[in-house]
């Protein structure tokens, strides 16, 4: 049973380090290794283990502290699984994996100890340093993502998308028209969206979601079709320190068009639209000074680097549906 026990032990270690290491790069696979080890590790390797350790032990009067151990490391492990994959209810088997070797293990533990003059003290200091380290694992998976605003972020670009789609049908009635200021703002307008669509593209690659296409409007976009949903590695990488990185290319773009917007013969209220809507300015934000690209790509969030390529394409298609309309409401009046 011991050599059942030490090679299942050696297996279930060796695939969860590469789950996290698959998980770590984003790599497909990742989270099947991490499922299949911490299941192993659950419902297979803790109690033999436990059982093989309790019977081979002479005076069996530590029923209990067994007992304490595989509910406190069974729930600690499950936890931890549900909130890796973003798992319905990862939040609540969290707060309460977390705490309970404390509040269940430690004092069963701590009792035993008294009681049995034999124990070493190194045992105990054995246990409270992996205590701390559950402690402190707990902590940095809460702080991680939840699913909740991953979801959230999906959302808001599926918003935004719909947007842009219903804008691009309304510009293209009103480009119809024979006016060369209007042919000239589409063609400026299409090319500041074809570099988003390039950005977007740049990212879904890079994420290993090749088989998305950048016009999100036409996807049956949901978190459950994107691979590394929750992966923070590469969206600033990409976009913005990458050679050839497109997000400060498109930030001098975007000076262009405004700048050309100003210069057409638009009344005040379209212009003091174009000036909202393309805010490039640096920012005061709880008393520190923030670019464009930093609030805008800031979380290094794969979803909400996408949300803000999605939302600036909204933002684009919206200025050239006012200027189109200012522009064609002006050539009737001419009429």
């Not at 279930?12 to 790599?27: D, P, R």
């Not at 290794?33 to 436990?50: D, K, V």
Request: charged content about 20%.
């Amino acid at each position: 049973m011991k050599k059942i026990i030490y090679i299942s032990g050696v297996i279930i270690a060796n695939l969860l380090v590469i789950g996290s290491i698959f998980k770590v790069n984003h790599w497909p696979g990742a989270g099947v290794a991490i499922t299949l080890s911490l299941l192993l590790l659950c419902f297979w390797f803790l109690p033999l283990a436990l059982i093989n350790h309790y019977k081979g032990q002479k005076n069996r009067t530590s029923k209990w502290l067994y007992i304490a151990a595989f509910i406190s490391f069974f729930m600690v492990f499950i936890s931890a699984l549900f909130k890796i994959l973003h798992w319905p209810g990862a939040g609540l088997l969290l707060m309460i994996g977390v705490p309970i070797p404390f509040l269940l293990y430690l004092p069963v533990f701590i009792f035993h100890s008294v009681k049995n003059k034999e124990q070493s003290s190194v045992n105990f200091t054995a246990i409270i340093l992996g205590l701390i380290f559950i402690a402190v694992y707990g902590v940095l998976l809460s702080i991680n993502v939840s699913k909740d605003v991953l979801f959230h972020g999906i959302a808001l670009t599926k918003s935004n998308e719909k947007v842009i789609d219903y804008y691009q049908f309304e510009n293209k009635r009103l480009a119809g028209q024979p006016n060369k200021e209007i042919q000239e703002f589409v063609k400026e307008s299409n090319r500041i969206c074809d570099l988003i669509h390039q950005a977007k593209k740049n990212l879904l690659v890079y994420s290993d979601n090749a088989q998305i296409s950048p016009d999100l409007g036409q996807e049956e976009f949901t978190m459950e079709k994107l691979n590394n949903v929750d992966s923070k590695a590469m969206s600033q990488y990409v976009l913005i320190w990458k050679e050839g990185a497109l997000v400060p290319i498109l930030e001098n773009e975007l000076k262009s068009y405004k700048e050309y917007a100003s210069t057409l013969p638009l009344n005040k209220e379209t212009l003091s639209k174009v000036e909202k809507v393309i805010n490039l300015d640096k920012q005061l934000i709880n008393s520190d000074e923030y670019s464009w690209a930093e609030r805008e790509f800031g979380s290094d969030y794969f979803v909400f680097a996408l949300e803000s390529l999605s939302r600036w394409e909204k933002n684009i298609r919206f200025v050239e549906h006012i200027v189109l309309s200012d522009l064609s409401d002006k050539g009737k009046d001419e009429l």
